[in-house]
């Protein structure tokens, strides 16, 4: 239910935009988020947007990413500049959403985009 792209193989300094669509039955989203998983680490929060626009960001992507999201399309962006060869990983995205009224929200995972760069 969550498709998310725009993975690729990047030069250091060089920039990415990640997308992550929401398809099927959706009565409403609240948070989207970006999580990445680095080979050998744990999975980490990358950034967050609330349905009106409020965001949050891992300490590694500030000043660098910005998260960004279409209400309309059901879909959120990440924006990556800056990039460097810590930032390769699968990017995940996650929605906390309600397929229809009085459905319990619940949290849905993308498939995840890998993000390679080189340095």
């Known amino acids: 239910q969550l498709q998310a792209s725009g993975g690729g193989l990047v030069q250091a300094g060089g920039s990415l935009r990640l997308s992550c669509v929401a398809s099927g039955t959706i009565f409403s989203i609240n948070d989207m988020e970006w999580y990445r998983q680095a080979p050998g680490k744990q999975r980490e929060l990358v950034a967050a947007?609330?349905?009106?626009?409020?965001?949050n960001y891992g300490d590694s992507a500030k000043g660098r990413f910005t998260i960004s999201r279409d209400n309309a399309k059901n879909t959120v962006y990440l924006q990556m500049d800056s990039l460097k060869p810590e930032d390769t990983a699968v990017y995940y995205c996650?929605?906390?959403?309600?397929?229809?009224?009085?459905?319990?929200?619940?949290?849905?995972w993308g498939q995840g985009t890998l993000v390679t760069v080189s340095s």
């Open positions: 996650k929605a906390d959403l309600r397929p229809f009224s009085g459905a319990y929200w619940r949290n849905y």
């Open positions: 947007i609330s349905s009106g626009g409020i965001t």
